[in-house]
């Protein structure tokens, strides 16, 4: 158990709908990422933030949006949802210190959407 | 072609036999990483080698890193079942806060 929480596990939906995935950091950690990983095209960084503020953003399309909260847990967006969208988002943790990012991050088992 | 590629893409061994992978990257790096990943599962933190370091062990595991070639190779020794998984490597290009993972390599450790 990394101490890294997602929720769903397991999300079905309909394209053209919106989903919220919600992730909880390990205590401790200013940092969260967001992950894409699909068959085709491996695992892709999304998005970062670092004590609640975004610090470097990805291959993340303009559909989706993520927030960090004042107790740390983030939240990913995926909105007008299509196909190509299935895949496994992950999330993680790390600590951080105040230059780039030289540490281990912590995964949480991940949300398997699937889009009909 | 992307930062971080791992080769092979895969790779089957009996048991008690020593696996070896290796990760290429474009960009100067501060330190790459390795991961592994069970089938579905979130990755898990391996060993961190930093841009100064030319090789560390950890348990059965032993990495180097080549700056000049902008390459790294894991070693697993005597290789057991429960390795079987896909191995990443992750490295954030100098003056970036983005990670990046390699494609991976599939280990299938036969008993």
């Known amino acids: 158990d990394s101490g890294v929480t997602q929720t769903p596990k397991h999300l079905i939906t309909a394209t053209g709908q919106r989903v919220t995935l919600r992730c909880s950091p390990r205590s401790g950690d200013l940092s969260v990422y967001w992950y894409q990983q699909s068959l085709d095209q491996g695992l892709q960084f999304l998005i970062q933030y670092y004590n609640g503020e975004e610090r470097a953003k990805g291959n993340i399309l303009e559909r989706f949006s993520a927030q960090q909260f004042p107790d740390l847990h983030s939240e990913l967006n995926l909105s007008s949802l299509e196909l190509g969208d299935s895949a496994l988002y992950f999330c993680?943790?790390?600590?951080?210190?105040?230059?780039?990012?030289?540490?281990?991050?912590?995964f949480g088992p991940g949300t398997r959407l699937t889009v009909l | 072609s992307q930062q971080g590629e791992e080769d092979p893409q895969a790779l089957s061994i009996q048991e008690g036999e020593n696996a070896t992978m290796n990760c290429s990257y474009k960009t100067s790096i501060n330190n790459l990483q390795w991961y592994r990943q069970n089938s579905g599962r979130g990755l898990v933190h391996l060993i961190l080698i930093r841009s100064n370091e030319r090789e560390k062990h950890s348990g059965r595991l032993r990495v180097t890193l080549d700056t000049s070639k902008k390459s790294s190779s894991l070693l697993i020794t005597a290789s057991r079942a429960a390795d079987t998984a896909s191995y990443f490597c992750a490295t954030v290009p100098r003056g970036t806060y983005k990670y990046i993972f390699g494609t991976g390599t599939r280990l299938k450790v036969l008993a």
């Open positions: 993680a943790s790390s600590v951080e210190t105040a230059v780039e990012g030289y540490n281990e991050q912590f």
